[in-house]
């Protein structure tokens, strides 16, 4: 009979590296959240972005912003204001400021185009929206022009986003009263995207627009962005929008079906002696492939120097621990079996929930990327996430339930024999 061996004091026992691998996981994530929401992405201050070098490049980067007739001559008017460049942007933010009190300036037209919309903490400024993913090279927003004083001056500060690492930051000023005040003629809406007048889309002549498309101060709906006789290439964003469809399909599959499939099958279907383990791993297998193949496709899509968010970073995070679990199903003999049953039932569970999580992060963004229509199926997308979530657990605790009633049984038959 072999001699018990006693566990090394200077390694703890395998309960304790669960532990502390759990530990490790959830201060991980932690550490994601807490960097994405600290991060000044999204914020109103000037030459301040969260991602790239620490400050911009210099000069303007051969970008522009004109002020359309009456300039700020006119109180009330609505004047256009485009931003625009030899190269494409996709992201900016545009300040109008009092140059002597750094106070801001008017207000910002609802009739802001496709990729444009008012700033959600500071609406006195203008910003992209998430629909900036090729990029424009010209936008145009309507500026409602406050009451100034003659020879009162106003600044125009703007950030410009080229790409991740490279954006730009500079200063346009004009004065009231004066002849640069009066704006430049040339920079006017396009006739389908002018300001609402008595609720209908107006020409720059007053006349009514023929499609009377007018979009949303969200920057919903409506034409696409680049005024002046630019467009957005519509059917790269029509490629884009399907390939979130795929890509929230593919991942619901991989991580609210098969895998939990797999998942129950290893825990509850041992009795097929024959083929359980064989089906779980192939199922985890693809599962991972799934992940994979979906990730490639959004982010070839979108851009690959386009920074990530919380899903993005949640998403790798189940990618490399599935990798991670995959590898050691193939490799389960040569670890130590009971240390191996620990860690892969820990990093499952974890796994399963971070994927789980994830998708319902997924479709709350799917539903509001695509679901202005309340009418679309992407409105629904939160809620499928969230059924197929109890139905798992349903199923997990139904099972469980009946493992146990058995177990029970069995143990009964024993003692009474």
């Not at 991060?39 to 000069?59: D, F, K, Q």
């Not at 640069?180 to 006739?191: L, Q």
């Not at 795929?246 to 290893?266: D, F, K, N, Q, T």
């Amino acid at each position: 009979m072999p001699p018990h061996r006693r566990a090394s004091p200077s390694s703890p026992p395998p309960s304790a590296r669960a532990r502390v691998a759990v530990v490790l996981f959830i201060a991980f994530d932690l550490a994601c959240v807490a960097r994405a929401y600290s991060s000044r992405a999204g914020s109103c201050e000037h030459a301040a972005v969260s991602h790239g070098p620490e400050g911009p490049t210099a000069g303007d980067g051969a970008y522009a912003l004109r002020l359309g007739a009456p300039g700020v001559n006119v109180p009330g008017a609505t004047v256009a204001v485009e931003l625009r460049g030899a190269r494409a942007f996709k992201g900016f933010l545009i300040r109008p400021m009092r140059a002597d009190t750094d106070e801001a300036l008017g207000a910002w037209g609802a009739a802001m185009p496709t990729g444009a919309t008012t700033h959600g903490e500071c609406p006195m400024f203008a910003t992209h929206t998430s629909w900036h993913q090729r990029g424009v090279t010209s936008t145009v927003m309507p500026w409602i022009v406050p009451a100034l004083a003659k020879g009162e001056t106003v600044r125009f500060e703007v950030t410009v986003v080229e790409s991740y690492s490279r954006w730009f930051s500079f200063e346009t000023t004009f004065m009231s009263g004066a002849n640069e005040g009066a704006g430049d003629a040339s920079v006017m809406f396009d006739p389908e995207r002018a300001p609402a007048v008595d609720g209908e889309a107006r020409a720059p002549d007053g006349s009514r627009a023929e499609t009377g498309r007018v979009g949303g101060g969200n920057g919903g709906g409506g034409f696409a962005p680049g005024s002046g006789g630019v467009k957005a290439d519509a059917a790269a964003e029509e490629t884009l929008s399907n390939a979130r469809f795929v890509h929230g399909v593919l991942m619901g599959l991989a991580w609210l079906i098969i895998s939990p499939g797999a998942s129950l099958l290893a825990r509850y279907g041992r009795r097929f002696d024959q083929w359980w383990f064989r089906a779980h791993l192939n199922a985890q297998c693809a599962a991972v492939a799934l992940t994979a193949l979906s990730a490639y496709l959004i982010i070839h899509v979108r851009g690959w120097d386009k920074p990530w968010g919380p899903h993005g970073r949640y998403g790798m995070m189940v990618l490399v621990v599935g990798a991670i679990q995959v590898y050691g199903g193939f490799s389960r003999k040569s670890i130590p079996r009971p240390a191996f049953k620990i860690w892969h039932r820990v990093l499952g569970v974890g796994t399963g929930a971070l994927a789980a999580y994830n998708c319902n992060i997924g479709a709350n963004m799917f539903a509001r990327m695509e679901g202005m229509d309340p009418s679309s199926v992407a409105n629904g997308a939160p809620r499928i996430v969230k059924l197929l979530v109890v139905v798992i657990l349903g199923t997990g605790v139904m099972l469980e339930r009946q493992r146990r009633v058995a177990f029970g049984r069995l143990k009964s038959v024993k003692s009474m024999v």
